[in-house]
């Protein structure tokens, strides 16, 4: 007796089929499941028993062989379950299963069905491949909608499909799950929130719109992680494509919280600054694993205290700043990982935090203050065309002068037109943040005023080549949430402010 | 590890922990510090003693950033003269004269009160390192010296008695940097006085010296007016001077376009101010500050410091 259930995996961020296939034989009773890793075979063995037998059916007292296809492909996690459950009561039924159903879930010991990760990548990946029928954890059907207009079947409890499998009674469509979709938590700090800064705000602003890099400096307790928290909400929303690929995301790597569905806000990730160059940008094994990077893809990456970071971990952020993605090494030849995001990084601005503070004196030594700043290598540098100081809190009275501050949902309108903006102007992108030399020169021509003044600051202040791009592109925003086609000398001005310094 | 069988040699370890004594008559006893009445019979000296000119500059341990800057500017000033720069070690203006000389082209001395072994504050212990490295660390006290209070009057004497003149920045009355001013006038030393603002308690005994006949001082050439002999200095000092400021200003009466000209006015010269501050005080979006701070900044009116800090540019 043979049956045979499909299911499947995540390799990396890509859904894979995985075909289950179980055999009763006469012979010493016994229980094989070939094709898993060894670990997760010994323990997938006794869950799916154990789940079975406490769910109103009967495990087979015979040679139970059960076999998951394609063998080379390294399985990993627990989402195999609910296939090998159906498999194997099926074959004991002597009862096939339809062909183009998935079966996707984990099972508790006493036959619950536990979400899963990737369902969302595993569906969309089954859909193309005929699959019209999705039996999955309830807390994964609004996840998995996302991906399938076919029907999809909320389990809750191996118990549910006994009537469905034996007397092939029907299972309706789990009506509940879909009322059951929860938005995940917002983290996300409101402008208004924020008092004071509206230097470090208009530099968020600037950031948004043109998806440029942005430095926080200042001392602890002002207040950078409120800024960096407050970025993607005056970021626009993202597109349909670009939340079914964070979604998918967030679900590979176990982000999504259950009963989730689409995510629309774009994610902020804030990694803590031991974190190993393995864990911040992905790596390579037997299969790819997503880091922080790709986690804060189409998002922001915060990274306090960016001069505590390993040297290692900031030098590997180096591939993803400068192509969006990320290449990874595998055992045979790479995979590749999203991780398109606006770095946020903050430092103190000296080893004794008080340089640049108008009411402390720093004591640091020019060459203390050189040495830390060099922690923050070139090429990371080179990439963040945005930088301020951000001043510890401002005293009582500055505050109370204060009219009362922009909400996010104000600057973000700006930041979409700005935005629209550089779409017509490169509908194929980048923003204006990732634009070459060479494209800069044709986006970012100057007007004769301009142009003396950017010439003036670069000998005065003696910037490299570099450091004129990075205003050039920065000026180009700054003219664009300006509605101006051509960047003209005021732009050019803010622009330098943003400019790194001493 | 076996032990060192013989005797402790006059040079102990290397680099910058190379120490030895100096009997007041060795030669190297310096020569300056013998003409006080009550020279200090030996010196235990870590580092080594430049032997050309000294200035010391004293003040106040809980100084005020503008102290701090000032003492720090006078003494990288002299230090590029090529005067060594004397002080004590302590917290606030002493720190800042030290660091300011280091960052000069000459050493500088601190005389500390303690023994070579117990650096005072511990948290100079980096300083202290720094200042030995080319300068020299000097003591009258044996090692294990503690820092106790009766010791720092005694140490005073050897700054000022090692020093052609004492420059005092923000030093309260009753200080331990106004006694060293007092000693270093019954020395026959010349003393100084860096005048602080008349609403600043840390002025007070500065400005009673300057009542009393000290020379304010402004800039280093206030004080290497005051030696003959230190006439090249000078015009080193001059010369570098110069070459620092690379950015010349047009006069003090501020630029002439009415906008720019309400954003200098809120400018001083001396305590610099955040951009927050100033959108704040004029009513004014961020982005327009920016503007009117890189105009003024580009024209020479102001400096910018550390990112959005400025201040008034002077020569
Ligand atoms: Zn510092």
């Known amino acids: 007796m043979l049956a045979r259930a499909l299911c499947g995996t995540v390799f990396g961020l890509d859904g894979v089929r995985v075909e289950v296939e179980a055999d009763i034989a006469d012979g010493l009773p016994g229980f094989h499941i070939v094709g898993l890793g060894d670990r997760a075979l010994q323990e997938a063995r006794e869950r799916v028993k154990i789940a079975i037998n406490n769910s109103g059916f009967e495990f087979p007292g015979r040679r139970v062989t059960v076999n998951l296809a394609p063998a080379q492909l390294p399985k990993e996690g627990t989402g195999f379950d609910l296939a ?108 208004a929130d924020v008092r004071g800064q509206p230097h470090a705000k208009r530099a968020l602003e600037v950031a948004a719109a043109g998806a440029h890099h942005l430095l926080l400096v200042g001392p602890p307790g002002a207040g950078k992680t409120l800024l960096a928290r407050a970025l993607p909400g005056i970021l626009p929303g993202l597109t349909q494509q670009e939340a079914v690929e964070v979604t998918s995301i967030a679900s590979c790597v176990g982000m999504l919280p259950p009963g989730a569905g689409l995510l629309e806000v774009p994610p902020f990730r804030a990694p803590h600054h031991t974190i190993s160059p393995a864990a911040l940008v992905g790596g390579g094994g037997a299969a790819p694993r997503p880091g922080e990077v790709t986690r804060a893809h189409r998002g922001v990456l915060f990274m306090d205290e960016i001069t505590e970071f390993r040297r290692d971990a900031l030098e590997s952020l180096r591939q993803p700043l400068e192509e969006g993605k990320l290449a990874v090494a595998r055992t045979r030849g790479h995979a590749v990982l999203p991780g398109r995001f606006i770095l946020v990084a903050a430092a103190n601005p000296c080893p004794c935090g008080f340089a640049g503070d ?86 970012a021509a100057l007007d004769a005023n301009s142009q003396v003044l950017l010439e003036t600051a670069a000998d005065r202040l003696q910037l490299s080549g570099r450091a004129v791009h990075r205003v050039l592109r920065v000026a180009r925003t700054i003219a664009d949430l300006d509605h101006r086609p051509q960047i003209e000398q005021s732009h050019v001005a803010e622009a330098l402010q943003y400019r790194e310094s001493g | 590890m076996a032990e060192d069988p013989l005797p402790d040699p006059p040079h102990k370890g290397e680099g910058d922990r190379r120490e030895s004594t100096v009997w007041l008559t060795d030669p190297t006893y310096p020569w300056l510090l013998k003409q006080i009445h009550d020279p200090p019979p030996r010196l235990f000296v870590r580092g080594r003693l430049p032997p050309v000119p000294m200035i010391a500059i004293v003040g106040s341990r809980r100084a005020t950033p503008y102290g701090c800057r000032a003492a720090h500017r006078l003494a990288r000033d002299l230090s590029d003269a090529g005067v060594v720069v004397v002080s004590g070690l302590a917290r606030g203006i002493d720190a800042a004269a030290h660091r300011g000389a280091l960052e000069g082209g000459t050493p500088t001395v601190a005389v500390m009160a303690t023994g070579l072994d117990r650096i005072y504050p511990p948290e100079h212990g980096e300083l202290a390192t720094g200042i030995a490295a080319s300068g020299a660390l000097i003591t009258e006290a044996e090692e294990g010296t503690l820092p106790l209070p009766g010791r720092f009057p005694v140490r005073n004497r050897i700054i000022s008695g090692l020093s052609l003149g004492v420059v005092v920045v923000e030093a309260a009355e009753r200080s331990g940097a106004l006694i060293t001013a007092r000693m270093a006038a019954e020395q026959g030393r010349e003393v100084f006085c860096v005048p602080g603002s008349i609403e600043n308690p840390l002025a007070i005994g500065g400005h009673r010296l300057i009542k009393d006949g000290a020379k304010l001082v402004q800039t280093v050439e206030d004080v290497l007016d005051e030696f003959a002999d230190l006439a090249h200095a000078r015009a080193r000092a001059h010369a570098r001077t110069h070459a620092r400021t690379r950015t010349r200003t047009r006069a003090d009466s501020g630029p002439q376009d009415p906008e720019l000209f309400a954003v200098w006015e809120l400018l001083d010269w001396v305590e610099p101010r955040h951009h927050d501050d100033l959108a704040v005080m004029m009513n004014l979006d961020s982005k327009e500050v920016s503007r009117r701070l890189t105009l003024l900044e580009m024209s020479g009116y102001i400096i910018g410091d550390c990112g959005a800090v400025t201040r008034r540019a002077r020569d």
């Open chain 1, 84 to 191: 090998i459950a159906a498999a194997v009561v099926n074959a004991a039924l002597d009862r096939r299963l339809p062909s183009d159903a998935a079966w996707l879930g984990e099972l508790a010991l006493d036959g619950a069905v536990r979400p899963i990760r990737g369902t969302l990548a595993i569906t969309a990946h089954l859909d193309r491949l005929g699959v019209r029928r999705f039996y999955v954890p309830s807390a994964n059907v609004a996840e998995a909608r996302i991906a399938t207009a076919a029907p999809v079947l909320g389990v809750d409890h191996l118990r549910d499909l006994k009537a469905h499998w034996e007397d092939g009674a029907p299972l309706t469509e789990a009506a509940r799950a879909a009322a059951d979709v929860v938005s995940p938590v917002s983290i996300l700090i409101d402008l």
């Open chain 1, 358 to 443: 108008p009411k402390r004196f720093c004591e640091c030594t020019p060459l203390e203050r050189q040495r830390y700043r060099a922690r923050l290598s070139g090429p990371i540098r080179d990439r963040i065309d945005l930088q301020v100081t951000v001043p510890r809190q401002a005293a009582g009275e500055l505050l109370r002068a204060e009219v009362v501050a922009e909400n996010s949902a104000t600057v973000r309108d700006r930041v979409i037109q700005a935005r629209a903006r550089q779409h017509a102007r490169r509908p194929q992108g980048p923003l204006n943040g990732a634009l070459s030399g060479t494209q800069l020169r044709k986006d």
